[in-house]
């Protein structure tokens, strides 16, 4: 017997991951005062990736926990590189938002973990699959001077 999404979802309209996701999210009041900090603290850099993240998390494909996320990664260089969070139906092995942005990254020539700058998550406040502790570890590890930073978001009404 195979095993497929249908399998598992309960809405037959629910797209497929390769198809356009529609995740309803917006930034809490919290993420929108921590932009406005970042814009007056000319962070723009900063304010590109949480906008990154943000459309990343808007597009993430999570049918089975209904928590999208999405990361951004931003380099000394200027560059800002994103990604989703992809859920597999099996659950494990999803690709978590760090992993899709940096294969951005990494397809775009980012030569070395050292060029990181800074990075950044965009989740569900209270969501049942949490990224921002894994991602925090990550982060350190791979880029010890690189920010990490986390906007929460929640769904809109």
């Known amino acids: 017997m195979r095993f497929r999404p249908a399998d598992l979802l309960q809405d037959s309209n629910v797209p497929l991951l390769l198809l356009p996701q529609n995740n309803r999210v917006e930034f809490t009041s919290d993420a929108k005062e921590q932009l406005e900090v970042w814009r007056a603290q000319g ?12 459309s990343e998390c808007m597009n993430a494909y999570s049918p089975y926990s209904k928590c999208p996320s999405g990361a951004a990664i931003v380099t000394h260089e200027g560059g800002v590189y994103s990604g989703g969070y992809i859920e597999s139906a099996a659950y494990n092995p999803s690709m ?44 350190s590890q791979i880029a010890p001077d690189a920010d990490f930073k986390v906007l929460h978001v929640k769904w809109s009404s």
């Open 96 to 139: 978590v938002p760090l992993q899709t942005a940096i294969v951005d990254a990494v397809i775009d020539g980012m030569p070395s973990y050292s060029t990181l700058k800074a990075a950044l998550l965009v989740e569900l406040r209270h969501g049942a699959v949490q990224h921002s502790k894994s991602m925090g570890v990550n982060v």
């Open 43 to 54: 962070r723009m850099d900063l304010v590109e990736a949480a906008g990154e993240a943000l």
